[in-house]
Nanobody, 125 residues
């Protein structure tokens, strides 16, 4: 089992950047695919990015492609989501999620068994 803690959210202006962190606890961190989702008020949870167990596979939502970079460090047990050129449409609570098993690249929230508490990102125009 893994517990996830996100950090790095905040309030920024359009065009600025943020780096979100996901710090899993527990053993065998490298067996998990890690994904980021986000949820804005009144909207469904939306896939943002994911990274495979050893970092060799990455997938991004079209809405953030070219502006987001997801990386992981299995030695220090941490995953980062670098978000650049933020705009007000990026405002949401960002969640880190994990799933075990073979890497499939799934973007479906229900496929992820473990979730963090979320970190708020607010982008003003």
């Amino acid at each position: 089992q893994v517990q996830l803690v996100e950090s790095g959210g905040g309030m920024v202006q359009a065009g600025e950047s943020l780096r979100l962190s996901c710090a899993p606890s527990g053993r065998a961190f490298s067996i998990y695919t890690i994904a980021w989702f986000r949820q804005a008020p009144g909207q469904e949870r939306e896939f943002v990015a994911l990274v495979s167990q050893f970092g060799d596979g990455r997938t991004y939502a079209d809405s953030v492609k070219g502006r987001a970079i997801i990386t992981r460090d299995n030695v220090h047990n941490i995953v980062y989501l670098q978000m650049n050129s933020l705009n007000p449409e990026d405002t949401a609570v960002y969640y880190c999620a994990a799933r075990s098993g073979p890497f499939t690249g799934t973007r479906v929230p229900e496929a992820y068994a473990y979730w963090g508490q979320g970190t708020q990102v607010t982008v003003s125009s």
